[in-house]
């Protein structure tokens, strides 16, 4: 397996534009989280999907942040309209079953600068 | 509140020489604990998990140990390597029925050769 791919890798875009973030799990796997990163507030976990289902969503950040998850096979996280405080690395993390394992596998991640 | 603190400093160890780090959290009861490494420019990787009703957990040189009335783990890496050098996380599992993760910010460890 490819592992969790994530795309694009970098995004630069300017305050106001719409960005979309994707995200492809493992195969298999029926959890599916976003995180973002930051300096200054570490990893934090924006929302989470249990079998294309959002689970939690406590964590994000705003109105401006959506996210679905049409299928098993694809998510995406949506900014719109972005800001310059959104600039961050958002990762993306798969799990399989959690009765047969609690590891979640991360994606390299999207290096987001919005000007 | 609740909060998990990590040693925000590098930890700088000579190679050989057992790098030991640190994760004390406050008002959580976790099911159990994830360790995961990162490297710059890539996303964390697991290395350990260690339960509530578990006391240490060893995987090659890797040993983690939890106390959950001092709320605390300790990470452990004997024998350390100029390569073992990343940044280390920890992370609780509030419920065990989620695989919700809180992270902490995490320590840099540097082997020097």
């Known amino acids: 397996d490819a592992g969790v791919i994530q795309s694009p890798r970098h995004e630069v875009t300017e305050m106001g534009q719409e960005v979309t973030l994707r995200c492809k799990p493992i195969?298999?796997?029926?959890?599916l989280f976003w995180y973002r990163q930051t300096m200054m507030r570490g990893l934090e976990l924006l929302i989470y999907f249990n079998n294309n289902v959002p689970i939690d969503d406590s964590g994000m950040p705003e109105d401006r942040f959506s996210a679905k998850m049409p299928n098993a096979s694809f998510s995406t996280l949506k900014i719109q309209p972005s800001e310059p405080r959104d600039s961050a690395v958002y990762f993306c993390?798969?799990?399989?079953?959690?009765?047969?394992?609690?590891?979640?596998?991360f994606g390299p991640g999207t290096r987001l600068l919005v000007l | 509140s609740q909060k998990i603190e990590q040693n925000s400093e590098a930890l700088n160890i000579q190679e050989g020489k057992t790098a030991t780090l640190t994760c004390n959290y406050t008002?959580?009861?976790?099911?159990?604990l994830q360790w995961y490494r990162q490297d710059p420019g890539r996303g964390p990787v697991f290395l350990l998990l260690i339960r509530e009703n578990e006391k240490e957990k060893r995987k090659e040189r890797l040993k983690v140990t939890f106390d959950t009335t001092l709320k605390q783990s300790l990470f452990h890496i004997t024998a350390s390597q100029p390569a073992d050098s990343a940044t280390y996380l920890c992370a609780l599992a509030a419920t065990s029925n989620t695989g919700k993760l809180i992270f902490g910010q995490g320590t840099t460890l540097q082997v020097k050769p």
């Open positions: 195969s298999g796997h029926d959890y």
């Open positions: 008002n959580y009861s976790p099911a159990y």
């Open positions: 993390a798969s799990m399989g079953d959690r009765r047969y394992q609690e590891t979640q596998y």
